[in-house]
Structures are given as structure tokens and as C-alpha cells.
């Protein structure tokens, strides 16, 4: 606890230390449109004579040290309704244009593209992103953390673009109801990006060092209005849906089901920045599948959250603690089990101030004994200083109407399992240093297994050529987080890296450099369980692909039964002792390329004395910008003693990606996972026949690989449509 409380005090001396915003001098003014504009990706209405011009832009990557190559002029302007931009990217290196596809949201280092960042709060902490690459694709997503990008939020905004050979023009206009700002604010943080792969070059209006993205909201500059914008009015939205499937579940010989279903969500803008949102009987049919991956660890692995409804804001639930402390995640609700109903309010209640509340009901299930469960989460967030910030979690599990009313169902399912936690984010105002430390306490009915405390802190510095971190846990043996993601319990914890870039003058390197890590797991008195340890060398070439080289060290004592293969074999016992080495390598092609690939490999060492060879590969072409084509190979070799003796198992991914429009898309999936004996196919189709309204088509099947047969299928047409006033 001493510890923590040293590197928080650290955290707030720092903090206080640099708190003014760096590019305060880079002012775009805005003023009400002049004339009609006609959205056409041309950029000839008059009205765009008539507006102040962002230009002169700053070189980022390769190297941050001087003006772009690539000229860019931004014009912003706005009506009543209505806030428009103009972006106008010329080429002074020519060439075709690299795009991956049409698909919304795209990968942005495989695209040319522009991305605006707006900051409406001047927080520096949270805002909305807007961008399209060189073919028209869009992308949207609100920002948090100062710097993050969500990308499950949509909204409806209309943009189109334009190319030749001399430049390529993105010209879109943003409806005022489908952003969130504070009334009356004349001047909001702003910034433009643009990243040409012709000339491997990214760049800003203003200056971001190259360490840090250019969505970094410390680095923005100040968009200042002639009057404020319209006072936002009365927002809401309701998007109903109705669906048909057909199933079987072959596995267990079921017979086929056909089944209908309706619900929807509502959204409602309480004020000009808190939204609530409610959704009834809700349908995730539509949502991509989680990528299978081959499970060596001795702790539960984490699949990111896909459904919509949790996404939206996702950061004032999701992001409390650290990865593997987390008091709250999302897909424990709903596992197995009917989601009748829930409602979420969040957003900004002013410049500083944030809040989420979220409130999900389950239904029973009277075959297993579950019953009915009620799970709510309170998040509140206070900014301090120029970008930092102090949060309170509250999260509340409650089974409710247990279906079998005896104490062996309670043991099953507890009644309540609750968390509190306290924590303090720090963010500089240059981005350089960043820290959290935070408090968790767990309430359960069994307050000796149940009722436990986690606490954890971090300091890290980043700056060009030099990066480290420090950071310790302490996750007790009686804490319990059922609604959260805690893989491993009774541990403490330090861990560190430091790191060091050196950058060539000249020559097909831009930076390159040696990166110290090292982790040391132990018990709650203090004996050592385990440690890794590894020394990283990292190689950037100009041309944007990347070549990394490490050796490691590991010691794991186990704590538990482990079987090394995870096919179901012996397990080692627990308490026993086991180290070894491995070295490899990671490299990356240049993404401008048509074919792109992705090289890793790991020799080394494996428990028991044994040996482990882990090769994997990623492969991409693209027809662009219609057809994406992505492979994802990893061979595991395993040597070990009997009773395991040698194992090798294959894990194939294959992803024929269709964008016909940008409006209209074919995604299929394909999986071979020959540790779990499974082969997956997914197939989506998608039709964005309206703004933010699909219409779905679904397919999943599953196959045993040995013997081949069926285990489930499952064929689903959804409709959704976006009413809104």
C-alpha cells in the first residue's frame, strides 16, 4: 500500500508540474456559411471562397522534425444545422491510391486517408472522430482516454470524395444532433491528419511528436467560432428491430427451429452531452464472431467485447484498473442467457465532470437452477489538473426469483457479489508521462472467500528516444469480481521495462533500439512463483514495415494442475518447478503493398524440460478496393516427455472480405482449430440501405475436424432501421 500511495503522490507532482496546452497558438476561425453547399466531393460552392484555410502541415512519421512534403488545405464553415469541412490533399509524389477496401471504420495504417479529431469540451480527454480514406470509405468513433478511438459508435453524417491524379478531396457535412457539445462554448480543440503511402508519410496541422498518435487530444489546436454553435436541442432515436432464424443443434440432436424475434433500442438526449439509451429484447446475430486462437495459458484468456449496446461510451465501464484487473466486463452479462431489458446513461455532465450508469436484466433459466440476475454499474469521473482525472466504480451483481429455493442453488449462484473501487489517471499535458493507481473491494455473501481488496499502480514516461515504466499489484486471495475480468487471484506483482530509439540520419532505417522488460509474480507472503524476463531489439524501416528480434527467460512454479498441451492429456502437479529460453523474431511488410504479410516465430524451451517451436504467419491481398483476401497461420510443435510425447496442432484463418459499395458488404470467415477440434464458417451480409439502418443475412456453421460432422448451424435475417426527429 506504501508503494502505491508513493507512485499516486508521484502521479500528482507530476500532473501539477506541466499543465499547459501545447499547441494553444494553432487557431482555425469558423464563421456561418456564406451560401448553399451541395455535398459532391468538388468543393466549388462559393461559400468555401469565403472561409480561413488550415494548411502548412507538420511531418509526423517517418520523422517529426519539419514540414510535410504532402500539401494539405483544410476550410470548416457552418449553417444552423449543420458543420461542414472541405479537405483538399495534393500529390506531389504520384501514383495510384492504397485503400484496403469500402468497409466502414477501415484499418488505419492500410489506407490513404484524412481523420478529423474535435475535442467540442476542450478536456484534451474525450471528443468524436470523423474521416473517410481516398475511396469514400467512412469512419467515425467517439474519443476517450485522451487519445483512443471507439470506432463501434456510428452516427449519421453524409461525405464524398473525389480523385485524380493531382490530388484526391473529401467534402462531408456533420448534422449538429449527431455530436455531443457544451452550449454556448466558442472554442473547441481540433485537429487534422492525413497519411499518404505513396510517400510513407503521416501528418497534422499541428506538431505531435512521433511517439504519440495524431488523435492525441493534447496536441490539438483551438477551432474558434464567430458565434457559438446552435443550442443543441432535443435529440432521440429509436431503432427497432425484427429478425428470423433457422437452427439445429446437431451435437446433442436437436431438432431444426425456426424462431422470430423483435426489440429495439431507444436513444434520448437528456442534455446536450448525456445520453440515455434503453434497449428491450436485444440481438446480437449480426455481431462478428470471436477469432479462435491456440490456448497454451495456464489463465482464462480475454475475448473483447463485440455487442453494440455496451460499446457506445464503453470506456466509462471498461476501462477501470488494468487488463487483467478489471472490476467490470461487459461479457459476463448474457452468457448462455436471455437479456430481457437494460438502459445506460452516460456522458459528460460538464467540462469536467463524466458519469455511466448502466443497468442490465437477465432471465432465468430453470433447467440449470440460474436464476433472474440484475447487474448495475455506476462510473463517475472528475478531470483534474489540464488532463488527469479521478473515477468511482460501483458495480452490483443481484440474483433474484432462484427457480429451485434451496441453499445449494445460493452456493451455486450467490446471491450478490459487489465491487467499489477509487482511482487516479494521470495524463501530462505533453503526453509524456501517464499513470493510474487505484483501490478495488470486493462484498460477497461468504466474506471469507469473497470479500477481498486489489491494489495496483503505474508510472511511465515516453518521449522520443526514450521510454520506461514502472508498476506493482496486489490482487488478494478472497477477492472476487463476477461481473469483471480477473484471471489469476493471491499475487503480487512488479513489473518495468525500459527502452531507448536511436535514429539514423539517413539510410533505409528510421529508428531502431533495444527495449528491458521484466515481470515477477509472487505469492501473498512474498515467495517468488514466477518470472518472465526479455530483451526486445526493434528495427523501423522508412518504408514502414518493421522487424523485431527477442530472447527471454522464463520460471513458472505452478499453482495449480496444468496439462502443457491443452488437448485434455495428464496435468503437471501442482507445486512444481520449471524454467527455460526461447528467442524469435516478428516481421511486418510495408502496408502500401498489395500484398502485405506478417512473420513471427518463437523457439525455445516448454515446461517439463520439453521444447516448444510456435510459427505464425498473417497474409492480406487486396483487389482494391472491392476485395480484401487475409490468411492467419499459427503451427504449435510440442516436445515434451510422456505421457504427452510430441503434439503439433494447426490454427487456420481465412477471410474473403467483398465490399461491393460502401454500402454494401460480404464478410466471410473461416476457422480450422485443431487443438479444440473445431472448424467455423461465418458469413455476413450486410446492406446500409439508410443512414445507420441494415439489413442483415447470417450464416454460422460448425464442424467437428474428427470425425467429420456436424455440431450446429444457424441461418438469421435481421432488419433495423434509425428513426429519429
Do not use: C
Not at 5 to 23: D, M, R
Amino acid at each position: 500500500m506504501k508503494k502505491t500511495l508513493t507512485i499516486l503522490l508521484a502521479l500528482v507532482v507530476v500532473t501539477s508540474a506541466i499543465s499547459q496546452k501545447k499547441n494553444e497558438a494553432f487557431r482555425l476561425n469558423i464563421r456561418k456559411a456564406s451560401g448553399p453547399i451541395t455535398i459532391d466531393g468538388v468543393g466549388d460552392d462559393k461559400a468555401w471562397q469565403d472561409t480561413d484555410v488550415a494548411k502548412d502541415f507538420f511531418m509526423v512519421l517517418p520523422m517529426d522534425d519539419g514540414p510535410a512534403n504532402e500539401q494539405t488545405e483544410i476550410r470548416m464553415t457552418y449553417d444552423a444545422k449543420n458543420l461542414y469541412l472541405l479537405a483538399t490533399f495534393y500529390n506531389s509524389k504520384k501514383g495510384k491510391y492504397f485503400v484496403e477496401s469500402l468497409r466502414r471504420d477501415f484499418s488505419f495504417g492500410k489506407n490513404d486517408n484524412f481523420l478529423l479529431f474535435m475535442d467540442p469540451f476542450n478536456n484534451q480527454t474525450t471528443g468524436f472522430s470523423f474521416g473517410a480514406n481516398a475511396y469514400g470509405a467512412q469512419w467515425d468513433g467517439t474519443m476517450y482516454d485522451g487519445g483512443r478511438v471507439d470506432l463501434n459508435w456510428d452516427s449519421k453524417w453524409i461525405s464524398k470524395t473525389t480523385r485524380n491524379d493531382e490530388k484526391w478531396v473529401f467534402e462531408m457535412v456533420i448534422p449538429f444532433k449527431s455530436i455531443r457539445y457544451e452550449e454556448g462554448v466558442t472554442e473547441w480543440g481540433i485537429n487534422f491528419s492525413r497519411l499518404d503511402l505513396k510517400s510513407s508519410e503521416k501528418s497534422s496541422w499541428t506538431p505531435v511528436p512521433r511517439q504519440f498518435p495524431t488523435a492525441s487530444l493534447a496536441y490539438t489546436g483551438t477551432l474558434v467560432w464567430d458565434t457559438p454553435p446552435p443550442p443543441p436541442k432535443v435529440n432521440f432515436s429509436i431503432i427497432p428491430y425484427a429478425l428470423g432464424n433457422v437452427s439445429r443443434d446437431l451435437e446433442n440432436n436437436g431438432e431444426t427451429t425456426y424462431d422470430a424475434k423483435v426489440g429495439g433500442d431507444v436513444k434520448f438526449s437528456i442534455t446536450s452531452s448525456l445520453n440515455l439509451d434503453l434497449t428491450v429484447n436485444p440481438d446480437f446475430s449480426q455481431v462478428e464472431v470471436d477469432r479462435q486462437v491456440t490456448n497454451l495459458d495456464r489463465f482464462e484468456l480475454f475475448f473483447p467485447e463485440r455487442r453494440q449496446f455496451f460499446l457506445e461510451n464503453g470506456d466509462l465501464f471498461a476501462n477501470f484498473g488494468y487488463p487483467t484487473i478489471r472490476p467490470f466486463f461487459s461479457r459476463r452479462i448474457g452468457l448462455g442467457v436471455p437479456i430481457q431489458a437494460g438502459a445506460r446513461i452516460s456522458g459528460n455532465l460538464d467540462e469536467k465532470w463524466r458519469l455511466g450508469i448502466m443497468d442490465m436484466q437477465t432471465a432465468k433459466v430453470d433447467e440449470t437452477g440460474l436464476p433472474s440476475q440484475n447487474f448495475g454499474v455506476v462510473s463517475l469521473q472528475r478531470k483534474v489538473f489540464s488532463r488527469s482525472s479521478i473515477g468511482l466504480m460501483f458495480v452490483n451483481k443481484q440474483s433474484l426469483r432462484y427457480p429451485q429455493e434451496n441453499d445449494s442453488m445460493k452456493a451455486v449462484y450467490p446471491e450478490f457479489n459487489r465491487n467499489f473501487g477509487v482511482e487516479y489517471n494521470l495524463a501530462s499535458s505533453n503526453n509524456l508521462w501517464n499513470g493510474k493507481a487505484f483501490f478495488l473491494k470486493s462484498f460477497a455473501p461468504d466474506e471469507e472467500a469473497g470479500s477481498g481488496v486489489t491494489q495496483a499502480a503505474h508510472l511511465e514516461y515516453n518521449s522520443r528516444k526514450w521510454k520506461w515504466r514502472v508498476q506493482e499489484e496486489w490482487v488478494s486471495d478472497d477477492y472476487t469480481a463476477e461481473v469483471g475480468f480477473v484471471p489469476r487471484r493471491g499475487y503480487v506483482n512488479f513489473n518495468s521495462y525500459l527502452g531507448y530509439l536511436f535514429f539514423p540520419k539517413k539510410g533505409k532505417i528510421v529508428s531502431h533500439g533495444p527495449t528491458l522488460n521484466t515481470t515477477y509474480f509472487f505469492n501473498e507472503t512474498f515467495r517468488r512463483t514466477d518470472n518472465l524476463s526479455y530483451l526486445l531489439y526493434s528495427l523501423e524501416f522508412r518504408n514502414r514495415s518493421s522487424l523485431d528480434f527477442f530472447i527471454s527467460d522464463d520460471y513458472v512454479e505452478l499453482l495449480a494442475p496444468f496439462d502443457p498441451t491443452r488437448l485434455g492429456k495428464e496435468q503437471l502437479p501442482a507445486g512444481t518447478k520449471h524454467q527455460w529460453n526461447a528467442f524469435g523474431w516478428m516481421f511486418a511488410s510495408r502496408p502500401q503493398s498489395l500484398f502485405t504479410y506478417t512473420f513471427d516465430a518463437r523457439f525455445g524451451g516448454y515446461y517439463a524440460d520439453g521444447n516448444r517451436t510456435s510459427l505464425s504467419t498473417e497474409l492480406g491481398y487486396r483487389f482494391q478496393p472491392y476485395v480484401s483476401l487475409s490468411a492467419n497461420l499459427n503451427y504449435n510443435h510440442i516436445d515434451l516427455p510422456a505421457p504427452w510425447n510430441t503434439n503439433q496442432f494447426w490454427l487456420i484463418g481465412a477471410e474473403v472480405d467483398i465490399t461491393f459499395t460502401n454500402k454494401l458488404f460480404f464478410a466471410n470467415l473461416f476457422q480450422y482449430n485443431e487443438q479444440s477440434k473445431n472448424f467455423n464458417l461465418n458469413s455476413r451480409f450486410q446492406w446500409r440501405y439508410a443512414p445507420a439502418s441494415d439489413l442483415f443475412l447470417v450464416y454460422t456453421n460448425n464442424y467437428f475436424i474428427e470425425p467429420v460432422e456436424g455440431r450446429n448451424w444457424g441461418l438469421t435475417l435481421k432488419f433495423t432501421y434509425w428513426f429519429n426527429n
